[in-house]
């Protein structure tokens, strides 16, 4: 009932008293609407929306929402049809939520983009009657870190894709920060007990991205010892409260379809073994090249369903045109995705770089294609694209801190000992029981692990 009454006194601010508490708010029937910015980023923002039926049983329901001006434009909703005429946005409920109850509420949530300043609605109706509530447009309080001990999984459980963001069991925007393995084909020495202890641990981190190569003496030489390999890396992962990324690492040849048989086999078997498991996100391609994005998404519309039938809730990752750079290496961009997605929710897109070559037109596309797709860098690197020459720490730091912005999660290529300037540690450091002091860090494993350490501020409620 306080917190009721705080949201009141705050929509009371925004509205006026008079908007309020007009005669409809007062009466014994009407609606609630707990409206939140869970993000925002420049020219956009994403609000949850939350509305409480206050009167008799609805079999269907539409809410109006009233945005300042025009300029408020919606870009993509869920949980309901949304659509916007002028300046009201509208929410219509679907099959499975247009009936709601005396005191039952949906949760919908949506993306707008705005020009001029940020948007506060300026009123709410249910099926035409005034909702009261929460009419407060500015972010909420940072919620503070979870408590000490708790994991990246225990503090944010199965995760989702809720609009243009991951999102945890609260249904609240997360980043997952975290390193990608070598090829495991190579460097299984990496990744034991004490190397995935000292990642949980030392570096924090929240996320093993497991690069699985198909080529390249990978999965196709052993399907059977690959699968056991994975799953045992994931049980590694669980185990130290982190997510483990699935990646099916194909890049030569850069079509995906050339592995289509491969990656429904694979898949079919991974999901099904780790269906019951709340840290398991699917990579169905590493980075597909010299192939247009409909082959990508045939691919992808095969594959999907195959994880889905044995995993319905996971959250799978597509790879995207031009070594997943969202088609700009192949001189296109994210327009093509946006246009034609693929068939299916819970689905996130992948977008790659690597710091000493791509630098300001990337920057520029991920930050505008954020506010219209589910992006998750995947793997980047802070070198060149060869994964080896000198690390760029301008390039790397403007890209971190635009993805710590924009609540992108990604993973580092890589954590290994491999001898070029991509690899966190030293060579030869695999052959030893020591990955948490300074001295086998080189120098791009020094400036990664200090931006994977920080505190994360998972929100809890
Ligand atoms: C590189 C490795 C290198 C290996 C090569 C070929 O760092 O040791 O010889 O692959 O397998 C990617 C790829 C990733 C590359 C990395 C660096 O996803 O497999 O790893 N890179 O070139 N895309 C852009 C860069």
């Known amino acids: 009932m306080k917190r009721m009454l705080a949201l009141l006194a705050t929509g009371a601010t925004v509205l006026g008293l008079t908007t309020l508490l007009g005669p409809q708010a007062a009466a014994a029937t009407g609606c609630k609407v707990d409206y939140t910015i869970t993000s925002q980023w420049q020219g956009g923002y994403q609000a949850g929306v939350k509305v409480t039926n206050l009167g008799n049983p609805v ?5 109006k929402i ?10 993509q909703g869920w949980n309901a049809t949304w659509s916007q005429s002028g300046s009201t946005v509208s929410a219509a409920g679907l099959d499975w939520n247009r009936t709601l109850a005396t005191g039952a509420a949906a949760d919908l949530g949506f993306t707008g983009s705005f020009t001029g300043a940020n948007p506060k609605p300026t009123a709410f109706t249910l099926n035409g009657v005034t909702c009261t509530g929460s009419l407060d447009g500015t972010p909420p309080p940072t919620d503070p870190p979870p408590a000490s001990g708790g994991t990246p ?77 994975v799953n045992s890396l994931v049980d590694m992962a669980e185990a130290r409260g982190m997510y483990a990324m699935i990646d099916f690492h194909t890049l030569t040849p850069g079509d995906p379809n050339f592995n289509l048989e491969r990656a429904k ?41 195959v994880i889905r039938a044995a995993d319905p809730d996971a959250v799978v990752v597509v790879g995207t045109r031009g070594w ?35 630098k300001d037109n990337y920057r520029a596309t991920v930050s505008r294609a954020a506010s219209r797709l589910p ?19 301008t390039s790397t730091t403007a890209w971190l801190d635009l993805l710590d912005q924009l609540q992108i999660g990604y993973a580092n290529w890589t954590y290994s000992d491999a001898n070029e300037s991509s690899a966190a540690f030293k060579p030869g450091t695999c052959n030893g029981t020591d990955y948490s002091s ?18 994360d501020t998972f929100p809890t409620s």
């Open 265 to 305: 086999t694979f898949f079919s078997s991974v999901a099904a073994r780790n269906s019951a498991k709340k840290n398991v996100i699917y990579e169905i391609a590493n980075e597909p090249n010299g192939v247009s994005w409909a082959a990508i998404k045939n691919y992808a519309d095969q594959v999907i369903p």
């Open 324 to 358: 997943s750079s969202l088609g700009v290496s192949d001189g296109s961009n994210e327009s093509e995705i946006v246009s034609n997605p693929v068939n299916a929710t819970n689905v996130m897109y992948a977008f790659h770089f690597y710091a000493a070559s791509h």
């Open 438 to 455: 300074s001295g086998v860090l080189t120098e791009s494993g020094t400036l990664i692990k200090s931006r994977i350490s920080t505190p």
């Open 375 to 393: 992006l998750f860098v995947t793997e980047f690197g802070s070198v060149s694209a060869t994964g080896g020459g000198a690390m760029d720490r």
């Open 59 to 63: 079999s269907g329901w539409t809410l």
């Open 66 to 75: 009233t945005m300042p001006d025009v300029g408020q434009k919606l870009v």
């Open 153 to 229: 999984v225990e503090a944010n459980g199965q995760l989702h894709v809720c609009g243009v963001h991951l999102c945890n069991q609260y249904d609240r925007p997360v980043q997952l920060r975290g390193m990608s393995t070598h090829g495991i084909q190579w460097f299984s020495k990496c990744y034991n007990n004490a190397s995935l202890d000292a990642l949980a641990k030392d570096w924090n981190a929240d996320l093993l991205r497991v690069a699985m190569y198909v080529q390249e003496s990978g999965y196709e030489t052993d399907p059977a010892g690959f699968t056991s390999r």
